[in-house]
């Protein structure tokens, strides 16, 4: 079956970094976009950033702008999250996602896995 699994997240302090992973399998990676996703306690789940199946299209959402990056290595099936600059108001659980377009999708509507999610807690 499809499993995605998140790691890398954690506690650091406003300004730091954060490396999040998701690692798939059960499924044909080159072929899906991926996305990452957030939700903050007591808010709405909400995209950060989404990327196309060869890497070639990228979004970020406003907030994570200039300070997160996604990248996709498809020979490990693997997708990454870096995010600099780190603010309080990142704090969320972070989930991966795959969508079978392939494209870089920004409604979660259109990610049919999803990963167990990875905390990530900003101090200020």
């Known amino acids: 079956q499809v499993q995605l699994v998140e790691s890398g997240g954690g506690l650091v302090q406003a300004g730091g970094s954060l490396r999040l992973s998701c690692a798939a399998s059960?499924?044909?990676?080159?072929?899906?976009?991926m996305g990452w996703f957030r939700q903050a306690p007591g808010k709405e789940r909400e995209l950060a950033a989404a990327?196309?199946?060869?890497?070639?299209?990228?979004y970020y959402a406003d907030p994570v702008k200039g300070r997160f990056t996604m990248s996709r290595d498809n020979t490990k099936n693997t997708v990454y999250l870096q995010m600099n600059s780190l603010k309080p108001e990142d704090t969320a659980v972070y989930y991966c996602?795959?969508?079978?377009?392939?494209?870089?999708?920004?409604?979660?509507?259109?990610?049919?896995?999803w990963g167990q999610g990875t905390q990530v807690t900003v101090s200020s």
């Open positions: 996602a795959a969508t079978a377009s392939g494209v870089a999708r920004l409604s979660s509507d259109d990610y049919r896995y």
């Open positions: 059960g499924l044909t990676f080159s072929s899906y976009g």
């Open positions: 990327m196309s199946r060869n890497g070639g299209s990228v």
